[in-house]
Nanobody, 122 residues
Framework: VQLVESGGGLVESGGSLRLSCAES????????TAWFRQAPGKEREFVAG????????YYEGFVKGRFKISRDTPKTTVYLQMSDLEPEDTAVYYC????????????????WGHGTQVTVSS
């Protein structure tokens, strides 16, 4: 599966961004799509995941209801709507494809995009 992220940029604290992840060549081992992020000097961390059907969604605690993950009807694009952004949300955001719903470890995902930079100014 190929994944291409877009939608990153510079935003002020309290602002919003919507990230997109375009998926192609889905394989039989791809049942979930997730967003991760990695800030400079930190480990890559899970943000949110969504099942192939779009019915199942799960989030990391720090999201606190500020982010929403969704999938379009043709199931070719996964979105991450981010609101009330904070400087601590500054990171490169990655899209990843995996097999098991509920997975949060990077090692559980078999395909990755190249990432999109999100910068939140204070």
């Amino acid at each position: 599966v190929q994944l291409v992220e877009s939608g990153g940029g510079l935003v002020e604290s309290g602002g919003s961004l919507r990230l997109s992840c375009a998926e192609s060549n889905r394989t039989s081992s791809t049942h979930i799509t997730a967003w991760f992020r990695q800030a400079p000097g930190k480990e890559r961390e899970f943000v949110a995941g969504i099942s192939w059907s779009g019915m199942g969604k799960y989030y990391e605690g720090f999201v606190k209801g500020r982010f929403k993950i969704s999938r379009d009807t043709p199931k070719t694009t996964v979105y991450l709507q981010m609101s009330d952004l904070e400087p601590e949300d500054t990171a490169v955001y990655y899209c990843a494809a995996g097999r098991n719903y509920g997975s949060t470890r990077p090692s559980d995902f078999h395909s990755w995009g190249h990432g999109t930079q999100v910068t939140v100014s204070s």
